[in-house]
């Protein structure tokens, strides 16, 4: 696909930048399920400053800008993305707020905000056992487990707004946080969040965490190359056991599969395109709704050029 920079652009793009930028980047390199056509640019930002004079370097050549945390819950469409794709793994800054809470830069894993909460005995992330990512897409998919989510925990977020660089500071409860959702607007940028922690002995918070690590071996599919549960569940219902149930387990398309121990992960057994996988989506609802009368919802979200 053709690129939206030009040559002027690169030199531009590369001399005003601090952090790494590299073009005609791979995003089956930056997403878990190892799909994706190429962004035309692919940007590291070295600070939030260093973030906020490139979006407004894209703003006054009016290139588009998208964002990419760990690349967890993200489909690539196969042409790839045009524009700039900032990702925020390099600000990674993560501090302890006495006596009980946190700022994190948006990069900052998930594991890593679980390891420092526990070493210093705080609990209240113990759900974020084994759901990689990073703090912003943690954020904007309120993601987490039967122990909880991101909206228990969350302060507030800080964010910049992609035409402007301005910043924007919401407390957790303006932040729309719903199943799999929250209501922060997709022209900003999450550059970081305060979360408000509470003390809990470090043996019961390792336990609660074994106990989930447990639950979810148990379950999911290992091996694989893979973006999680495909759907949210339907309210009341399990979108895997509706799957399972439509006979669609074991089901391929190309390189992708209907996995064949947990019916709503799809996972790449080999150079699956995108196409793939949105055709087993396509299989996956309709056969549902056919049989159930179920509309199934993605939670992967799906990025590109259609
Ligand atoms: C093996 C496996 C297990 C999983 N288990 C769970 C689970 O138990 N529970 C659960 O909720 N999820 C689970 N997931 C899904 C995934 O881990 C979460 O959705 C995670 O929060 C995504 O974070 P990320 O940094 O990878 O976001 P990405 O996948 O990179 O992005 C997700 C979305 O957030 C946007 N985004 C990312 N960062 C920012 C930012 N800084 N500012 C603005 N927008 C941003 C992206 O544009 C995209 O729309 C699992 C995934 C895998 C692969």
């Known amino acids: 696909m053709r690129s939206v920079f030009s040559d002027g652009d690169r030199e531009s793009l590369s001399a005003t930048a601090q952090g790494a930028v ?20 692919w940007f590291e930002p070295d600070s939030i400053s260093d973030l906020t004079s490139i979006l407004m370097w894209c703003a006054e050549r009016s290139i588009p800008v998208s964002v990419v945390g760990s690349g967890s819950n993200l489909l690539v469409l196969d ?28 990069g900052v894993s998930t594991g890593r905000l679980l390891k420092e909460a526990t070493e210093r005995g705080l609990g209240g992330v113990e759900f974020l ?5 990073t703090i912003g897409g943690g954020l904007i998919m309120n993601a987490g487990t039967n122990l909880g989510d991101f909206k228990d925990v969350t302060a ?5 707004r992609i035409s402007n660089g301005s910043l924007v500071t919401r407390a957790g409860h303006q932040c729309g946080f719903g ?50 549960s495909i759907f949210k569940n339907p309210p009341g219902l399990f979108a895997g056991k509706l799957i399972e149930e ?28 995108a196409a793939d996988v949105l055709h087993l989506v396509d299989v996956a609802r309709q056969a549902v709704l056919e049989k159930f009368g179920v509309t199934l919802e993605m939670e992967v979200k799906v990025v590109g050029e259609p």
């Open 22 to 41: 590299r073009f005609d980047e791979p995003m089956s390199r930056h997403t878990t399920l190892r799909i994706g056509g190429t962004a035309d640019a």
């Open 129 to 133: 056992g084994g759901v990689p990512g």
């Open 179 to 228: 199943y799999r959702h929250s209501s922060l607007p997709q022209n900003e940028i999450v550059v970081s969040a305060t979360f408000e922690l509470y003390p809990r002995p470090r043996g019961e918070i390792e336990q609660a965490v074994r106990d989930l690590k447990d639950r979810r071996a148990e379950r999911e599919p290992k091996g694989f190359p893979n973006a999680g």
């Open 246 to 273: 439509a006979g669609l387990k074991g089901r391929r398309a190309g390189g992708a599969e209907v996995s064949p121990k947990h019916a709503n992960w799809i996972v790449n057994v080999g150079d699956a395109l």
């Open 156 to 160: 507030s977020v800080t964010s910049l």
């Open 79 to 106: 042409r790839g993305i045009r524009g700039l794709v900032v990702a925020t793994r390099s600000l990674r800054r993560l501090d302890l707020l006495p006596p009980t809470s946190f700022v994190a830069e948006a």
